[in-house]
């Protein structure tokens, strides 16, 4: 402990009582050039080197210039990890980043881990450890806390404390110059008695970095976030930002809330809840207008209420049944608690229900209590989402106290479980969106990237930041889009020249540079000023128009140069519609999609939805369903599959050239659908910037091959996707028990559909997974990790039994040392029990070494390090023994 003293009130005074009053069972010494023989009775020198052992970890309460002159005695001391708790650089906005560029330089440098400046501390209550200057210490518990600011941490805190509580973790990285949030997130997401991870975000600073980390975890265990920044500048073309941070979470499978009650409230919903199967809630009352309230809730927040088919049999036990269609279900105000387990048994056989809220009013004719005790076993052994509400005060206590002590989820009033409903309906959905794997090529067509890539090079070499009329154009041409007929020129009059009949009625558009710039316009875009007539019938209201918009443009964009002149023919029917098109940046999250209606009548700002590419077809269908604009198509279409079908193979077009060029910084398409002709579009504006990567990686299609084995059967080999699931639980089902334990270092009879999901639902920057498809069946498979810290990838593989001998395993082995020089990993690693002769066997063919470690595991290693690969091509030719 750095700083550490006994002056009442000091930082340092404050962090070595928390380290005694916690119980800390390790060494501990205290650093002050002032020379105390001991600091609360530990041991104290005035120099690092003194002390007489190695430190595991420093805690530094110090001047914040002397830090980097401490860090470099700490490294020399052998310290790895070092807790910077000095405080006030926010403060002092031009210092503070300064030292912490140097603290981020240091610990690259120096081989050391730094958290903070500005941290709070870190608190580890299995582990007697409070290494904090907070006031009081955390309650232990199963749920990890790591945010950003101290302030909001240690009200936090005090918040959980009194209500009971507890963590596993409790820490705040502060200024984050060297380990981030998503670096702490990764160890939590490794830590099997983390259950949960709350996280509270104030700035991102690797948007794709922490949105790894957070899917990676949220795939094992519940994780919410909390949100706070200050203003920013909003992306182009949006006028609230919430909708960024609900894609960015959702996609990352967390549920985000936006309040300190949110996290523990939502935290209690999704730690006692069922999964729920379907986004849609039946409920079931004896009462109607209890359960009308929770309807109406219901609709308020955007939820869906279930169809019920499942309980037209039992009409003549149901009130109200032609009034509700069955959801809600009426029972009469005696309904006992066999009444209601009758109702909920049908209810759960209904496969088109999702949760099941069951609510009870107390009544002269119906005890709560009975209602409760019949209720109680049959909803703890039920495989649904059921949440129950008991409204009342006296008559419900003991009722409620049975369900709360069960762990069940239960609630004063129908508002309060519908909330609880919304708050599990979302995670689903985050979760949903987590399973996506949308590639980074899918078009049904090859699109022309080094043409396009050409065009966006030629307007940066112009020092330009705007696409002209004719280049906006031709870059979404080149991918796949359909353009309206138009001319332009630079000159009024030869553009009048080149007009023929079938122009008009024609549009007319002056073309300014101010104009060539996506989302140039106002919150409000019917009100901008469009530089364009419609419906000009000849070439007379055509000239007309042009000393109209001529004398108009000197008012409103006196200073923006005229490029030129666009006429196109009106392309506008009473059955067309408009929809409004784009890519836009944000500055924490990188590029946008954005989709809604178009229009000079649309109020396109307010139906702007957002998404983060790259999107497959199901992310694209769910972006424009989300829209007004959708609601609008679905009632005016007369084949509404065919429509989507055009809209979503515009928005993955928009998406995957945000994948192959980076510098798009902007693109505003409008775009017209023409029934039975697709999409059209009438006009577009495009920019570019500094090249920028989307926050979340694409499959990776560049991995896919097809390889013809020794048997002369052909495989496809490529990595995992999401939709492999069945067909890997069908691969692993074919083995027998032995081989399952030579795999999986243990007895496995099952797989569970949760389990199957993570193993197909990977992130293709932390892990990879190689599988070998014939005719659509897994015959092979090569599971690697990243291990960070040693710079080193892991393996498993197995082999169908009808595969094994063909050099499958070869095939896959020779794609795993090509896939680790390409991530420059430096060595190849994997575990094996020393029966496993298979593996061993194929360790041996590619030169793996072998320590042989305790209960009967050998250790594989093959250093790519040592030499090239075409050394190592020649090597596999040998024949010599390494195991």
Wanted: net charge positive; aromatic share 8%.
């Amino acid at each position: 402990m750095l700083g550490a003293s006994e002056r009442e009130g000091s930082m340092g005074a404050v962090v070595m009582k928390n380290l005694q009053q916690g119980g800390f069972e390790h060494a501990l010494y205290a650093v002050n050039l002032k020379g105390y023989k001991s600091v609360f009775g530990y041991p104290c020198y005035r120099y690092i080197r003194q002390i007489p052992e190695v430190v595991d970890l420093a805690v530094l309460c110090l001047p914040q210039e002397t830090i980097p002159r401490v860090l470099r005695q700490l490294a020399r001391k052998g310290t790895r990890a070092v807790l910077v708790l000095t405080g006030g650089l926010a403060r002092h906005r031009t210092v503070g980043t300064k030292l912490n560029k140097q603290i981020e330089k240091l610990a690259t440098e120096l081989g050391i881990r730094v958290l903070g400046p500005n941290s709070l501390g870190i608190l580890v209550p299995d582990a007697h450890l409070n290494a904090s200057y907070t006031h009081l210490d955390a309650l232990p518990g199963s749920s990890a806390y790591v945010g950003h600011s101290a302030a909001l941490g240690s009200a936090l805190l005090d918040w959980a404390g009194a209500r009971g509580i507890g963590f596993s973790h409790f820490l705040t990285t502060g200024a984050s110059a060297d380990l981030r949030i998503s670096d702490v997130i990764d160890h939590l997401a490794t830590d099997r008695r983390v259950r949960a991870i709350l996280v509270h975000l104030e700035h991102i600073r690797d948007a794709n970095r922490l949105l790894i980390a957070m899917r990676a975890a949220a795939r094992s265990k519940k994780v919410l976030a909390i949100r706070t920044q200050t203003q920013k500048q909003l992306p182009s073309g949006l006028t609230n930002r919430q909708a960024v941070d609900d894609e960015y979470f959702t996609r990352a499978g967390v549920l985000q809330v936006d309040s300190v009650d949110g996290l523990f409230r939502g935290l209690e919903v999704l730690s006692r809840a069922r999964p729920l199967h379907r986004a849609n809630l039946a409920i079931v009352s004896n009462g109607l207008g209890t359960a009308m309230l929770a309807r109406q809730h219901l609709d308020a927040v955007g939820g869906e209420l279930a169809t019920v088919e499942s309980l037209e049999d039992e009409q003549a036990m149901l009130w109200y049944a032609r009034e509700t269609g069955g959801n809600p279900a009426i029972l009469p105000p005696q309904a006992t608690g066999k009444d209601y387990v009758q109702i909920l048994r049908l209810l759960e056989k209904d496969p088109k229900v999702g949760g099941i809220l069951v609510v009870h009013s107390p009544n002269l004719r119906s005890d709560s209590t009975e209602v409760a005790h019949q209720l109680l076993p049959y909803i703890k052994k039920s495989r649904r989402m059921i949440l129950t509400c008991f409204l009342g005060g006296l008559s419900v206590v003991q009722a409620r106290q049975r369900f709360d002590g069960a762990g069940l989820l239960n609630f004063d009033s129908p508002n309060d479980a519908v909330d609880a409903y919304m708050t599990l309906a979302r995670h689903e959905l985050a979760q949903e969106r987590l399973r996506e794997t949308p590639s980074s090529t899918g078009l049904g067509f090859k699109a022309e990237r080094e043409r396009s890539q050409a065009l966006l090079d030629q307007v940066r070499s112009d020092r330009r930041r705007y696409l002209t009329w004719a280049e906006a154009r031709s870059l979404v041409r080149l991918y796949g889009f359909q353009l309206v007929d138009s001319t332009f020129g630079t000159d009024f009059e030869k553009v009048v020249q080149r007009l023929t009949p079938r122009y008009y009625p024609a549009s007319l558009r002056l073309v300014h540079e101010a104009y060539c710039y996506p989302f140039a316009y106002n919150e409000n875009p019917a009100e901008r000023w469009r530089g364009v007539r419609i419906e000009l019938n000849n070439e007379e209201e055509l000239r007309q128009a042009y000393q109209e918009l001529v004398a108009e443009k000197k008012d409103h964009f006196p200073g923006s140069k005229t490029l030129g002149w666009g006429v196109q023919p009106m392309r506008r029917k009473i059955d067309h519609l408009q929809f409004s098109l784009g890519v836009t940046r944000d500055e924490d999250y990188g590029p946008l999609i954005l989709f809604g209606e178009g229009g000079s009548r649309a109020d396109m700002m307010a139906d702007r939805q957002v998404a983060l590419p790259p999107l497959n077809a199901s992310l694209a269908k769910q972006m424009i369903m989300r829209s007004h604009g959708y609601q609008v198509l679905a009632e005016r279409s007369t084949d509404l599959e065919t429509d989507l079908f055009h809209l979503i193979r515009a928005l993955k077009a928009l998406a995957q050239m945000v994948i192959d060029l980076p510098e798009l910084a902007g693109l505003e398409v409008n775009v017209l659908l023409e029934p039975g002709s697709g999409l059209i579009i009438l006009g577009a504006a495009a920019c570019v910037g500094e090249p920028q990567r989307p926050a979340l990686n694409p499959y990776p299609t560049e991995w896919v091959e097809r390889q013809t084995l020794a048997n002369d059967k052909t495989v496809t080999l490529r990595p995992i996707r999401g939709e492999d699931e069945p067909a890997l639980k069908a691969f692993y089902t074919s083995f027998d028990a032995e081989s399952l334990r030579l795999r999986f270092f243990g007895s496995r009879l099952h797989f569970e559909h949760r389990e199957l999901a993570t193993l197909c639902q990977i992130d293709y920057r932390r892990e990879m997974v190689f599988v070998a498809i014939h005719r659509n069946h897994i015959v092979g498979e090569m599971r690697l990790w990243h291990d960070v810290n040693n710079n080193a990838l892991e393996f498993a593989i197995m082999v169908a039994t009808s595969f094994q001998g063909s050099g499958l395993a070869s095939c896959l082995m020779r794609k795993t040392m090509d896939y680790a020089r390409q991530q420059g990993v430096a060595m190849i690693v994997a575990d094996v029990l020393q029966e496993n002769k298979a593996m061993l066997a194929l360790g041996r063919r590619f030169h793996f070494k072998a320590l042989f470690g305790e209960e009967g595991i050998i250790h594989l290693t093959l250093d790519l390090t040592a030499d090239s690969p075409d050394k190592a091509k020649t090597k596999a030719g040998r024949k010599k023994r390494v195991v």
